[in-house]
């Protein structure tokens, strides 16, 4: 029992880390254990608060394309605070998550890879969508719409 309860720790203390590191994303996850796909998604959503961005942060970067994808975590659909994300490449589309866990979620669940655009309820492909931080949102959530122009009848 003791073995165990040390094993959870080391395991715990190596995913903290790994997610909540200022590597690049390739060295990243290089070092980031294959243990990590045992982590919960309620401790996964944990670390966010501490890497998501403010509201005036992340409108300071917004182009005309929206966010720019490689920073925002398209698993917990949150900007990550100006941080670049791991790109998953999947169906020659390129998809970005926060760590591992959200890496092996975007190419085994198509449900995070797309989302509803708040103004006509299409679905939208992450990888192809307007991104803009939701208004009034919490910890950097963003939103995704088919285009700038649907994002420009959402906030007005």
Same mark, same amino acid.
């Given at each position: =029992?003791?073995?165990?309860?040390?094993?959870? +720790?080391?395991? &715990?203390?190596?995913?903290?880390?790994?997610?909540?590191?200022?590597?690049?994303?390739?060295?990243?996850?290089?070092?980031?254990?294959? @243990?990590?796909?045992?982590?919960?998604? &309620?401790?996964?959503?944990?670390? =966010?608060?501490?890497?998501?961005?403010?509201?005036?942060?992340?409108t300071e970067?917004?182009?005309?394309?929206?966010?720019?994808?490689?920073?925002?975590?398209?698993v917990n659909? &949150?900007?990550?605070?100006?941080? @670049?994300?791991?790109?998953?490449? %999947?169906?020659? /589309?390129?998809?970005?998550?926060?760590?591992?866990?959200?890496? /092996?979620?975007?190419?085994?669940?198509?449900?995070?890879?797309?989302?509803?655009?708040?103004?006509?309820?299409?679905?939208?492909?992450?990888?192809?969508?307007?991104?803009?931080?939701?208004?009034?949102?919490?910890?950097?959530? +963003?939103?995704? %719409? &088919?285009?700038?122009?649907n994002y420009? /009848?959402?906030?007005?």
């Amino acid at each position: =029992m003791k073995k165990n309860l040390n094993y959870i +720790v080391v395991v &715990a203390a190596v995913l903290f880390v790994s997610c909540s590191s200022e590597k690049a994303p390739q060295t990243q996850a290089a070092t980031t254990s294959e @243990t990590s796909t045992e982590m919960s998604s &309620a401790s996964h959503a944990g670390h =966010m608060a501490s890497t998501a961005a403010t509201a005036q942060q992340a409108t300071e970067l917004m182009t005309a394309d929206g966010l720019p994808k490689d920073l925002v975590c398209m698993v917990n659909n &949150a900007y990550m605070g100006g941080k @670049t994300q791991f790109p998953v490449p %999947f169906d020659d /589309k390129m998809y970005y998550g926060c760590c591992e866990m959200c890496v /092996k979620t975007i190419k085994n669940d198509r449900g995070v890879r797309f989302a509803k655009d708040p103004v006509t309820g299409q679905e939208v492909d992450k990888s192809e969508a307007f991104i803009a931080l939701k208004p009034g949102g919490a910890n950097g959530d +963003v939103l995704y %719409f &088919a285009s700038e122009e649907n994002y420009k /009848k959402y906030v007005q």
